[in-house]
């Protein structure tokens, strides 16, 4: 491998398991507010249209204790961890935080905050259909900004909210090329490492993680491309965490050629439309035109068929569901997409994620067995 490569892959490590050190020296290096957006989807364009870094909180690896005492135990394993995480002060340092609330579980957190931070809170609307749901979603995003606008004492001009679009789509476009270019890699981008890529986008202004990642491609394609002989899949759900359990990929010699991963691919599919002056009216069309989410309401119930079309495309052996644990939308959707699955002969298992857990043998085991049969 390249040295160049090499210390890329290093930089997106960093970057991805840093995020407290990115929101420190984004703050010295330009002296603007860093945002916090929670799962999964936020407009946030409007915050870095205001030259704001907007960062994910996804939570993390870690026990809960405190947070017990505000949520009941059949809350979703990530909000459990952003509880905790909250209620120790991790996220003071930031100077807001955006909630969409698309399920019960964010509804409630986002009620029962206790950081220092103000909440700005907005809903996406459901039925994504009629035209009246655009016209409710851009006055949402109005009032996003102007909350944002009251807390950084700035405006946030139609230029600057064009502007980001632009960044923002070319950041997708990439992040769409990446993930087709890293399929064909899997002996240089494996698990860990294609999860840093795709995370770190997160924890840096999109302007600077497109660069980086376009560097990354033009030195993949300088490698050689070599047969691969371990499995290949498609990982569906919330997102895959902790690390040990993309180790256990890893080790196994299980790729993941593509993912329909709500914190990573799901973000971007899909484009923003940039014709016209009606920006925040553009940006509620990402919202309409997403399919295949458990958060966004699909009467069709397209998810199954968009996965075995990726998997025919990307010749995968088989889909990994990665089922956070508690997460009642990701629940609702299974049987209806297991059962087409098993229609169209499409191998598939059903993994937990459980950011508390520390014992990883039982799903290693049942990757192991599961990769055999395969
Ligand atoms: S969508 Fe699922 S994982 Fe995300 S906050 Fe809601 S219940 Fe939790």
Redesign the pocket.
């Known amino acids: 491998m390249k040295e160049r490569l090499e210390e890329l892959i290093h930089i997106f490590e960093e970057i991805a398991n840093n995020p407290k050190k990115m929101v420190e020296d984004y703050k010295k290096e330009t002296g603007k507010e860093v945002i916090g957006v ?3 989807y936020t407009p946030e364009e409007i915050i870095h249209a205001a030259g704001c870094l907007p960062i994910g909180l996804w939570g993390g690896k870690k026990e809960i204790s405190k947070a017990r005492a505000y949520l009941p135990p059949f ?5 459990q961890t952003v509880m905790e995480l909250e209620i120790e002060g991790t996220y003071d340092i930031l100077d807001a935080v955006l909630f969409s609330v ?5 509804k409630c ?1 986002s009620q029962k905050w206790k950081g220092k931070s103000p909440v700005i809170i907005f809903t996406h609307p459901q039925n994504r259909v009629i035209e009246g749901a655009n016209i409710y979603l851009k006055r949402e995003y109005e009032t996003v900004k102007e909350e944002l606008e009251k807390i950084l004492g700035r405006n946030i001009t139609n230029e600057d909210l064009k502007e980001s679009i632009k960044i923002y789509n070319e950041n997708r476009k990439t992040m769409r090329e990446f993930v087709e270019i890293a399929a064909q890699y899997p002996q240089i981008i494996d698990p860990i490492i294609r999860h840093n890529i795709i995370k770190s986008r997160w924890f840096i202004r999109k302007e600077k993680h497109t660069a980086y990642v376009k560097e990354l491609i033009n030195e993949l394609k300088k490698e050689p491309i070599i047969p691969w002989d371990g499995k290949k899949v498609i990982l569906t759900g ?2 895959a965490e902790p690390k040990e359990l993309l180790e256990i990929f890893k080790d196994e010699k299980i790729a993941i050629v593509g993912d329909d991963l ?1 914190q990573e691919s799901r973000q971007f599919r899909g484009d923003i439309p940039e014709n016209g002056e009606d920006v925040l009216y553009n940006m509620t069309k990402w919202w309409q035109n997403l399919e295949g989410c ?2 966004a309401t699909d009467t069709n119930k397209v998810r199954g068929e968009m996965l075995i079309n990726m998997c025919e495309s990307v010749k995968a052996d088989a889909v990994i569901v990665c089922m ?1 644990k ?5 629940e609702f959707d299974y049987p209806i997409y297991h059962r087409e699955f098993s229609e169209a002969g499409i191998k598939n298992i059903s993994i937990e994620v459980d950011l508390e857990v520390s014992s990883f043998e039982q799903i290693r085991t049942r990757l192991q067995t599961f990769k055999d049969i395969l």
């Open positions: 929670m799962p999964v809350a979703c394993s990530i909000m698309p399920c019960d579980t964010l957190l919330i997102m709500a458990s958060l956070m508690f997460c009642d939308p990701e």
